[in-house]
């Protein structure tokens, strides 16, 4: 399962030269600063530019390959398509638009049916609407929906969450989380936003000016990532977890990782299944012995790495729990009082965590 | 009122107009949805040609179809030497004229009306499996289609109301190359006022309620497409 992609691309001033042999599953992310050809690259595998010279082949299906002349137009590709700027068919309703990409799709190859699709993208109530009274995250529900019908080999998202406010972001974001976890289908997504990346990816692909400087499944790049994640208003760390145990009296659930566990309240997800978590760094304190008889019921041992000054009352202290990174932001009078330092062990305090 | 003769006029009046809408709509979207879509440097040129009858004195236009088509033209003797007749003087001969005539009146709006619709429209389509014609047929045409309303209408109109073509290579035969412009202007220069009034005061009223009727669905499209 890889997606094989060679492609140099010259435009005015800008090249795009990348040569890479990626995971055709999961999402795969390419992130880097606005320019660098991300959006490029993703055209080229959509066959919306045509590189060269260029070789791509996704498993055993080849889409280009110069040296051949061998050209496949998009059209032939069988890719899934969002653009960051939702583009819906404004003469058909969300329901046309639906049928327009599934009706082109052979029987025996589609693999998502449209009852699906409506579905999995909270569209019901929406199919007999006309796309001029729509939302922004509306209209992208129905545009990530529209190319999901053409039962795609490999679903290309270019900033799905960009032109959105920011409670669409979070609802859209979730959609495609699910869709991850619903559907086998490898995604490629382009973002900027090193929360985004944090969220979604399970393998990255950082790009600068055109090239690729790594690459690699998350886990590994999280130490390159992390001036990116520092860059963000909000730090916050993305920890992930195994579902342990659901107590369904207290309407909790429990989730385990390396560094420890946490409790948080039911979520609907099989005991074994892996979830992401985000804590931010304001909702975490720090204590030097471990809390008693206090309402915070996640409390995990970490030994302090760095300290930062974030703001000149505050400092952003990054912590290690058994491998993962976790972040709290703390007052300066805290840290001095408290003796903060790296190396030493303290115990963090964890007041909230959202589902990623 | 009308006579007999003017019903004739007025029937090979609307056959020309119905005719010369059917051929640049056929041949017309074509040619405006090439030169929306076409980064070809010679595409200025073409657009050239296609203004041209535009800014042309129309006798010009039609001085030279005359000579064109004319039993020693290039086409009306090759015609001829064919077994055919030259197309001087005919209804064909109008017909051909008066495509030319009204070319930029059905290319321009459709031009246009192609050209508004994004790029990235027709990337969608083709990311979800529908080729280059497909996407003409289902994206392009009904987002075109106040476009291509506004084309059919001002070709109808402007047909209806040519004259120096008409003058040129029409010959002003009854029931076959009459139109309503020539009866018009033979009963003002045989002073025949009352007949001349009539028929200008019916293509003025036809005209108007035509141009009314294009601009109200427009609005009409303008609501549901915003």
Not at chain 2, 154 to 180: D, K, Q, W, Y
Request: net charge neutral; proline share 5%.
């Amino acid at each position: 399962m890889s997606l094989r992609v060679r492609a140099k691309l010259v435009r005015d001033t800008f090249v795009l030269d990348v040569d890479l042999e990626l995971p055709a599953r999961g999402i795969v992310t390419l992130f880097g600063p606005s320019g660098c050809g991300k959006t490029t690259l993703l055209r080229c595998l959509a066959g919306l530019e045509r590189p060269e010279p260029g070789l791509i082949r996704l498993n055993g299906q080849l889409w280009q390959d110069s040296a051949a002349g061998c050209f496949v137009p998009p059209h032939r590709r069988g890719v899934g398509y969002v653009f960051q700027e939702p583009v819906v068919f404004p003469h058909l309703s969300v329901l046309g638009n639906l049928e327009y990409a599934h009706r082109r799709v052979p029987e025996a190859r589609r693999h998502v049916s449209l009852e699906r699709a409506v579905e999995l993208l909270g569209l019901p109530e929406l199919c007999d609407r006309a796309p001029a009274n729509l939302s922004g995250g509306q209209r992208q529900r129905v545009a990530i929906g529209r190319a999901l019908l053409t039962s795609p080999g490999l679903l290309l998202m270019d900033e799905p969450l960009a032109a959105l406010d920011l409670a669409s972001r979070a609802e859209i974001l979730t959609r495609v989380l699910e869709l991850r976890e619903e559907l086998d289908v490898p995604i490629v997504y382009v973002t900027h936003s090193g929360a985004e990346l944090a969220r979604v990816a399970d393998y990255v692909v950082l790009m600068e000016q055109g090239r690729v400087t790594h690459h690699g499944p998350l886990a590994e790049l999280i130490g390159r990532l992390e001036p990116f994640i520092l860059d963000q208003q909000d730090v916050e760390a993305v920890l992930e977890l195994t579902v342990d145990s659901h107590d369904d009296e207290l309407c909790s659930t429990h989730l385990t990782f390396a560094g420890g566990s946490l409790f948080v309240p039911r979520r609907q997800a099989p005991v074994g299944k892996r979830l992401r978590l985000v804590v931010r760094a304001r909702d975490v304190s720090l204590a030097l012995e471990p809390a008693k008889r206090t309402s915070i019921l996640n409390i995990l041992p970490c030994r302090i790495v760095s300290l930062s000054e974030r703001s000149p009352g505050e400092v952003l202290v990054r912590l290690d729990a058994a491998g993962t990174a976790l972040w709290s932001l703390v007052m300066r009078r805290s840290a001095l009082a408290l003796g903060l330092a790296p190396g030493v062990r303290v115990y963090a305090q964890i007041k909230a965590v959202s589902l990623a | 009122m009308l006579r007999a003769d003017d019903l004739v006029t007025i029937g090979v009046t609307a056959r020309l107009a119905a005719v010369t809408t059917l051929v640049l709509l056929a041949a017309g979207t074509p040619l405006a949805w090439w030169l929306a879509r076409t980064h070809w440097r010679g595409k200025v040129l073409v657009e050239a040609v296609v203004a041209l009858p535009l800014v042309l004195p129309p006798t010009v236009l039609g001085y030279y179809l005359l000579v064109c088509l004319g039993p020693h033209g290039a086409l009306g003797a090759t015609l001829e030497r064919f077994g055919g007749h030259h197309l001087a003087f005919s209804f064909a001969g109008l017909v051909i004229g008066s495509c030319l005539y009204s070319l930029p009146f059905a290319v321009q709006p459709m031009q246009a009306a192609f050209a508004a619709i994004g790029e990235r429209t027709f990337e969608m389509a083709a990311t979800v499996g529908a080729g280059p014609f497909d996407r003409f047929l289902t994206v392009a045409l009904p987002l075109a289609r106040r476009g291509i309303l506004t084309a059919c209408v001002l070709t109808f109109a402007h047909t209806v109301g040519e004259f120096g073509v008409v003058l040129m290579v029409g010959g002003n035969i009854p029931g076959s190359t009459r139109v309503l412009s020539m009866a018009i202007y033979d009963y003002a220069e045989a002073l025949d006022h009352g007949r001349a009034a009539a028929l200008s005061g019916g293509l003025l009223i036809f005209s108007m309620a035509l141009l009314i009727v294009v601009y109200a669905v427009n609005r009409r499209f303008e609501r549901i497409q915003v």
